[in-house]
């Protein structure tokens, strides 16, 4: 479970990193769903961290910008796409853990997909597969 775990928390990082890129491009209702995402993957990579005593950090940054950053089109795309990969890393996650841990990664990857569904990314049955 610690790598698909050390996966969940690099890819909050990166989460974390596209909403601080896109936020600044959004305005009015996206500029509050945006608020509201950042606040989520705050929260979670807090309870992430709580679980990992023994788990190695490294940094990922940009690891969900896939190009330039310049208009609102472009940020939510960049917020769909990172929502769409953070609900199969948690799929991940479900799949790797059991009791409790199993239900928060699956009830993690529903949210990270309804999120992407409301950046205007495609809906998927299985996250990621």
Known sequence: MNDALTAAIIG?????????VAGPHLADADRDMALG?????RARILILRERAD??????????????????PEQAR????????????????????????DRTEGVLTACEC?????????????????
């Not at 995402?37 to 993957?41: C, K, Y």
Request: charged share 15%; hydrophobic share 45%; no cysteine.
């Open 37 to 41: 995402g950042l606040a989520a993957h």
């Open 77 to 100: 795309a960049l917020l769909a796409g990172a929502e769409a990969r953070l609900a199969a890393t948690y799929a991940d996650l479900a799949g790797a853990s059991s009791g409790a």
């Open 113 to 129: 997909s309804a999120r992407a569904i409301g950046w205007g990314g495609p809906p998927e049955a299985f996250p990621g597969r």
């Open 54 to 71: 023994d788990v190695t950090e490294p940094g990922a940054a940009g690891g969900y910008l896939t190009g330039p950053v310049e208009t």
């Open 12 to 20: 909050e990082q990166a989460a974390l990193y596209a909403y601080g």
